[in-house]
């Protein structure tokens, strides 16, 4: 256009090009279709976000992504038997599976007989291919002006999408699993649930792939909470080691319902959630936690808007960071709490442990309150583990390294303990154990 | 059991011990006391390993082996143990699970078999219960929200359960009520053995009333300026310290 067009970099003219191809044949009715097109457009205008965008100025993806992978193409018989044990740290749950491989659903690994009264399970590409009413949803939740859900809208083409009906509450965990399999691709999916009012419904969601591929995921979830209705949501984020992840939450709820969310990150060689919950009506509960432990050079990025609406809402946010080598940890979150959203009780903190001198920390937790009678507060804490308690419990006989894995693992453990199924909290705890282990077996420079 | 010879410690830059000699016999309950200030944590923070202290001089030797170039761990599982002056407060680590890590991890240091949790859960019982420590209380975290003279009890109960050679006991009366006190010294002294030492921190005789000891020595500036036998311990109440206060 003009001469205030930036150069574009090559991961953004190849995910030009990548949509040039992919558009004609992507599925949705014509509706879908201007989304999409609307999408890359605003995505094409802007370009990947760096670090003179103010959201994400600590993750900056033209630098990060240096190039885009191919898209995915559906899964062969080999990558199907490939991630056949898909979601294996959660078999203890006894959750629905439903499996997800480089993107695209896959009914022979996915549970989807016997479905309790009222749960509709069905893949997104079959919602977009046969204009199914609940394909109109999609996209109602998504923020303006973001590169990494205008990319997911431009590409979408598989998911899953979830419907409890009003009133029924499911007992047993939905378990949608991401799983990555063979060479480097870009596997992008979209995810939508809604649950009626009155309803409740449980729902991890488990992202894992090879280490040493550095396959690039772009995954979104919609998750619309009616009234009086009941979310937990767990998600343990465990990629390869070279991954590059991006996650967005898009979820809105409505009076009196309960969220409860819980993210374990330990994966990926750069990574980003993030959340927009949009609290639409009165007497709303919800929390949203998380806990990350990142090593060697990875990147974790954890970026949160929650906006109160409504009065007498309570919202928590509490994120805990464990950071090792020259790992980089960074949490934004922003509360806004609208001009009548009065009564609202929100509180937000960020605590960052670091474990050595080479690793950093960005904490930005914002308040924009609109009210007048409110209760809000944030905090932001960075620190070594305490020399003073490390030394007590060595004095009892429990060597350096055990201590200082236990004092870790009651850093996270506290953010852990909140998920109400004892068999998902073993499972995430079974992860922080892992990355302990790993720690410990890697050469470690102590500061 | 412990010989010191001609310790001196520093820490950030400032002398705090300054050639101090003391003794104890297996089976012996030394007492040391002396003025605010004058080392005695310090002294206690040294034997146990802690970082930040320059050695500058002089050996430790516990049975003839010297343990200053021990890490703390290492010390334990020889049988150092510090009951400490202000018990730490460890949030998120419940306090059985710090039992049961701190027994088996110097189980496996002196490569003994690690305990089974019913042989564990039966230990702890029965010390707890000696001490009236409360089996709701072992289910908090370390130490957090405990009173005072819980904490004191805590560190007993830890003593008593890792059974050590050595037991330095920092001022662990203060902070104690009537009762408390005779609860504390009585599992001291169910504790007293042939081949187990003690050495007693206090600032009062009272406590020596209770754990009667068979040395007692003056600390005054970093040193053990004068030893004796229990009646030192009267008359440092009836006469206070004024007449160390220049000996060091
Ligand atoms: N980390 C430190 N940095 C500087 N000075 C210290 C440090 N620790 C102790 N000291 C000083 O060393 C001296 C001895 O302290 P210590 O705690 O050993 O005394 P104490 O005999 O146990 O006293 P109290 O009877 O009050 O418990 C004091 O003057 C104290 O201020
Ligand atoms: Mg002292």
């Known amino acids: ?447 | 059991m412990l010989e010191i010879r001609n310790l001196h410690a520093e820490v950030e830059d400032r002398k705090i011990l300054n050639g101090l000699n003391l003794t104890v016999s297996a089976g012996e309950v030394a007492a040391i006391m002396g003025p605010n200030g004058s080392g005695k944590s310090t002294l206690s923070y040294v034997l146990s390993g802690k970082p930040g202290y320059t050695i500058t001089d002089g050996e430790v030797l516990l049975n003839g082996e010297s343990i200053l170039d021990m890490p703390p761990d290492e010390r334990a599982a020889k049988g150092v143990f510090l009951a400490f002056q202000y018990p730490m407060e460890v949030p998120g680590v419940a306090t059985m699970t710090f039992l049961k890590t701190a027994m088996n991890a110097q189980r496996k240091h002196r490569g003994e078999p690690e305990l089974t949790t019913p042989d564990f859960m039966k230990l702890v019982k029965a010390e707890a219960d000696a001490l009236f420590i409360k089996q709701e209380m072992l289910r908090r975290p370390v130490n957090v929200g405990f009173s005072g003279g819980e904490k004191k009890r805590n560190e007993i109960l830890q003593m008593a359960l890792l059974q050590p050679k050595l037991a330095i006991l920092d001022e662990t009366d203060s902070g104690l009520d009537i009762d408390a006190l005779r609860i504390v010294s009585d599992g001291v002294n169910r504790l007293r053995r042939a081949d187990r030492a003690f050495i007693v921190i206090t600032h009062y005789q009272r406590l020596l009333n209770h754990i009667v000891p068979d040395s007692v020595h003056v600390m005054s500036k970093g040193r053990i300026v004068r030893s004796g036998g229990k009646e030192l311990a009267l008359e440092l109440e009836a006469n206070g310290y004024r007449d160390y206060q220049d000996a060091a």
Not at chain 1, 62 to 79: G, S
Not at chain 1, 295 to 309: F, N, S, Y
Not at chain 1, 369 to 378: K, S
Request: negative net charge; hydrophobic residues 45%.
């Open chain 1, 1 to 447: 256009m003009t001469d205030m067009t930036p150069i574009k970099t090559p991961a953004e003219q190849a995910l030009s090009r990548a949509f040039g191809l992919a558009a004609p044949t992507l599925p949705g009715d014509a509706g879908v279709k201007s989304l999409r097109e609307a999408a890359f457009g605003a995505f094409e205008t802007a370009g990947l976000p760096h670090r003179r965008v103010e959201d994400w100025k600590y993750t900056d993806l033209r630098v990060l992504m240096r190039e885009a992978k191919p898209l995915a193409a559906p899964p062969t018989a080999d990558d199907i038997a490939a991630a056949k044990d898909a979601g294996a740290a959660f078999a203890t749950a006894g959750a629905r599976r439903l499996v997800l491989v480089n993107g695209s659903f896959v009914a022979e690994l996915s549970e989807l007989a016997g479905l309790e009264e009222g749960l509709t399970i069905l893949p997104l590409a079959r919602v977009l291919g046969e204009g199914h009413p609940l394909s109109s949803r999609l996209g109602s939740l998504a923020p303006q002006g973001n590169a990494a859900v205008d990319l997911n809208t431009a590409f979408m083409a598989d998911g899953v999408v979830v419907h409890v009906a009003a009133g029924v509450k499911i007992e047993r965990p939905l378990l949608i699993v991401s799983r990555h399999v063979g060479a480097a691709t870009a596997d992008v999916t979209r995810s939508l649930v809604v649950v009626e009012d009155d309803a409740a419904l449980t729902l991890i969601e488990s992202f894992e792939g090879p280490d040493g591929v550095d396959y690039q995921t772009n995954s979104a979830l919609e998750l619309s909470i009616g009234r009086n209705a009941s979310v937990e949501l767990i998600r343990h984020q465990a990629e390869g080691e070279s991954a590059l992840h991006l996650h967005t939450l898009m979820a809105e709820a409505g009076a009196h319902a309960t969220l409860k969310g819980c993210t374990l990150t330990t994966g990926a060689a750069v990574s980003r959630q993030q959340a927009a919950l949009a609290l639409n009506g009165d007497h709303i509960v919800a929390a949203l936690r998380g806990t990350t432990l990142l090593r060697g050079r990875q990147h974790g990025d954890t970026t949160l808007l929650v906006e109160h609406k409504g009065t007498h809402c309570e919202s928590r946010e509490l994120f805990r960071t464990v950071l090792d080598g020259t790992a980089h940890g960074v949490f934004q979150g922003k509360i806004i709490v609208a001009a009548d959203a009065q009564k609202t009780d929100g509180r937000m903190a960020s605590n960052a442990l670091v474990l050595s001198d080479g690793a950093e920390m960005d904490n930005k937790p914002e308040l924009e309150i609109y009210a007048d009678d409110v209760q809000c507060g944030h905090g932001a804490t960075v620190g070594a583990l305490d020399e003073e308690l490390l030394f007590y419990l060595e004095a009892r006989g429990i060597p350096e390294a055990e201590a200082a894995a236990l004092l870790i693992q009651s850093f996270v453990g506290e953010i852990i303990d909140q998920v109400e199924n004892e068999a998902v909290r073993d499972a995430l705890m079974a992860g922080v154990m892992r990355w302990l282990a790993q720690r410990a077996g890697t050469p470690q420079a102590r500061g």
